[in-house]
């Protein structure tokens, strides 16, 4: 009998797009535009261009690999570690359970897409299965939001390392692997996938600048297992079967379900009504009380020096050390405290790389009104999720001109839901991606063009060209 890993792997290398659902391509289409937009806003983010430069130290400056605005080629190892930083730099890349998965799935296939200048049916194949499978993996294990006894319970380890096999899985898909190949690719990545350490994150704050786990490690990582296997190096396909000694044990789980993982594979595509993306910068735990004080304060006209307080309620697992955070010292920071970020709304910044700039993070009038908020459990958070994975029960109250205004939110925007306005259309997706590029793409509507006829462009290099950028 195959192995989980031989059946993923039989997924991987018999992916068709020819044979997709329409919301499949449609989704894998709109996760790629997003992530080209969260790239090339990053560009001017210290933490970011951290990360650009030690890909230039691992690949040079020469190279058949794009660095996403830059104008830099450099080698694919090197490209995928850099644009995985890009793409995650202002906590503004699309997610889905158990969290963020693009970042870490996408610039391994998109730089080997581009390396071997292959067709953009092949990258879309590569984004479907990798998210595909890392929606089906992270519903083995252990998921932030888990509810026990009645009480949503962070587990004690947790982390994104289940992505990585459909980021191997992706590379090979670009690449042409054979199912014999692609499973030694997942198996060689389940041997070698970093340790689940966003709970340390969570309980260090102020926190590292490398975020919950660092996102060009995570790719370079998967671009490595698929290149490897391809080299002859063979994997551990019981990794995913052995809950005694595999991948559930050392990464820390302490729940781990694998029927959904195969459960109709390859007839049943799971990921895209669970695809979410993001309007702001911001961690998704806030994103629904941005929205309804984001409306309170411009229905209203409320300027900033005329909020007495604000009091929200919201996701009641959060009162967590790196999200009650006041010490803002940067973006990263500020990407996280939840009292920081009510405060940024209340300004009416656009949202966006506006948001993450050092000018906006540390302005006076931010930091004071910071001191204003107060965030609280939503009482009702819980049983709210227990009904429906995409709720978010959340309750804003701003006292202003002797008058106490309130907004609520079931749902936050970005989200597929049962409210059909929180579902963020692709209008919506590419004026967030056309502000995103402003003053950096020469001609946005090629590539909005473009990744939604992805499956018939004939080279990806072209498209990745028109990123462009300054050397």
């Known amino acids: 009998m195959a192995t989980i890993i031989e059946q993923l792997a039989g997924f991987a290398a018999g992916a068709d797009a020819r044979e997709f659902p329409d919301e499949v391509i449609r989704e894998s289409q709109r996760i790629l535009l997003d992530s080209l937009g969260c790239a090339v806003a990053s560009l001017g ?78 990258l879309l194949e590569a984004i479907a299965v990798a998210h595909e499978m890392s929606y089906r993996i992270g519903k083995a294990t252990d998921y932030l939001r888990d509810i026990k006894d009645g009480v949503v319970t962070i587990p004690d380890v947790i982390g994104y390392s289940s992505t990585l096999f459909g980021a191997a899985a992706a590379v090979g898909v670009v690449k042409g692997l054979d199912g014999e190949t692609l499973a030694d690719a997942i198996g060689i990545m389940g041997s070698t996938a970093p340790t689940n350490t966003q709970r340390a994150w969570m309980m260090h704050a102020p926190s590292t600048t490398i975020k919950y786990q660092l996102a060009g490690g995570m790719a370079l990582s998967a671009v490595t297992a698929a290149n490897l296997a391809e080299r002859g190096h063979t994997g551990d396909r019981q990794m995913l079967d052995d809950r005694e000694y595999g991948f559930p044990r050392f990464i820390g789980t302490s729940r781990w379900e694998p029927a959904p993982i195969t459960a109709g594979l390859g007839t049943e595509w799971t990921f895209t009504p669970f695809q979410s993306f993001k309007p702001y910068p911001h961690c998704r735990v806030m994103h629904a009380l941005f929205d309804a004080l984001t409306e309170i304060v411009e229905t209203h006209d409320l300027r900033p020096d005329e909020i007495d307080a604000i009091t929200a309620y919201g996701e009641s697992f959060v009162m967590q050390p790196v999200w009650v955070n006041e010490t803002i010292r940067n973006p990263r920071d500020a990407q996280f405290s939840m009292t920081h970020g009510l405060a940024l709304a209340a300004h009416r910044i656009p949202p966006g790389k506006d948001w993450q700039t050092p000018e906006a993070v540390l302005d006076p009038s931010v930091l004071d009104l910071m001191k204003k908020a107060e965030f609280k459990a939503h009482p009702d958070y819980t049983e709210a999720l227990k009904n429906n994975p995409a709720a978010r029960r959340s309750l804003v109250e701003v006292q202003a001109r002797g008058t106490t205004y309130r907004g609520e939110r079931a749902y936050p925007k970005g989200s597929p839901s049962p409210d059909p306005a929180t579902y963020l259309t692709d209008d919506e997706l590419v004026a967030k991606f056309r502000h995103n590029v402003e003053g950096v793409v020469a001609d946005p509507d090629a590539i909005v063009q473009a990744v939604f006829d992805l499956q018939h462009v004939e080279d990806v290099s072209a498209l990745l060209n028109q990123v462009g950028g300054a050397a």
């Open 45 to 122: 983010d210290e933490g970011a261009q951290r990360g650009v430069d030690y890909a230039r130290y691992l690949g040079g400056t020469e190279g058949t690999a794009s660095i996403l605005g830059t104008g830099t080629k450099t080698s694919v190892p090197a490209a995928a570690f850099a644009n995985a930083e890009l793409i995650n730099a202002l906590d503004q890349d699309a997610v889905l359970p158990p969290g963020h998965v693009t970042p870490y799935v996408l610039p391994g296939a998109l730089a080997t897409a581009e390396s071997l200048r292959t067709s953009g049916t092949k």
